[in-house]
């Protein structure tokens, strides 16, 4: 959904950091976790080639010299109850994959498709990249088809704007311009020609910035401001939508959605 000539505008250093953590495309493909404990074996239809455990500088024991069923190893593996998540990869696996994602220009391919296509390949053969616990086919519940019905479902062009605040200041404001099913520009709050004060998730923030966005671009499809806190629950809670109308009561979340005609 992101267009491959897509334009970054106006963003600063500091919404820069707060947006690196969430611009890693390795943690879309992936199936480790941030600090998770995991065990690593890497090895060559079957031969032994490595094992790495993220917590330790020893291969643990019972770890056959030649692997015949990757899938069993891992779930044996991960049985133990040792680590938190246990790969058992095959490098002509990664070969492959390698060589399927480079074999044809995919200069048809937006950013995010590619690193779909790349997950897709990934994950297809479990006998090339045994994991357990599989991984999750999510990114904090949202899967790629579900981001491209929501992007493919706005009008065009349309405006979807993020705003983030911590202790009444302005954590992060993030704004896209969508059209034709793609996002074709980022920038911030600061790309704005209106100022906006940065008061916290108000009524008269949503209003401003509202403004703002349809004087600038055109009509918000979307506009979401909430405090940091509310941010970290929402991304992390299985009910996205239950979370943020019971933030609205507390008043730490505020939003904004076009009606769909």
């Known amino acids: 959904m992101i267009d491959p000539h897509w334009q970054v ?3 600063d ?7 690196g953590p969430f611009l890693e495309p390795q943690q879309y493909i992936a199936a480790a976790q941030p600090d998770e404990h995991g065990l690593f074996v ?8 490595k094992v790495v455990d993220t917590q330790t500088a020893t291969a643990p024991a019972g770890i056959p010299a030649r692997i015949s069923d990757p899938v ?6 991960y049985g133990r109850g040792e680590w938190q998540r246990v790969h058992v990869i095959d490098r002509r696996h990664l070969a ?8 044809t220009p995919r200069r048809d391919l937006t950013f995010d498709a590619y690193y779909h296509l790349v997950y897709t390949l990934m994950w297809s053969r479990r006998e090339g990249y045994a994991c357990e616990p599989p991984p999750p086919g999510h990114w904090h519940g949202w899967s790629y088809a579900d ?3 929501f992007i493919a479902a706005l009008p065009s062009p349309a405006t979807l704007a993020l705003g983030v605040y911590s202790d009444d200041a302005l954590w992060l404001g993030l704004i896209l311009i969508c059209e034709g099913g ?4 980022v920038t911030t709050f600061e790309g704005l020609h209106r100022h906006i004060s940065p008061s916290g998730p108000t009524q008269q923030t949503l209003t401003d910035l509202c403004e703002a966005l349809e004087a600038q671009f055109t009509s918000p499809a979307a506009v979401l401001l909430c405090t940091d806190a509310v941010f970290s629950g929402w991304l992390a809670a299985p009910d996205k939508l239950a979370y943020l109308d019971a933030a609205r ?7 904004h959605i076009l009606p769909v005609t």
């Open 96 to 103: 492959w994959v390698a060589q399927q994602t480079q074999a």
């Open 249 to 255: 009561t507390r008043e730490t979340v505020i939003w």
């Open 182 to 185: 793609q996002i074709r520009r």
């Open 9 to 11: 505008i106006d963003l």
């Open 147 to 149: 981001i491209q019905r």
């Open 72 to 77: 069993a190893l891992a779930q044996e593996l």
């Open 42 to 49: 890497l090895h060559d239809d079957g031969r032994i080639l």
């Open 13 to 19: 250093p500091v919404i820069w950091r707060h947006l």
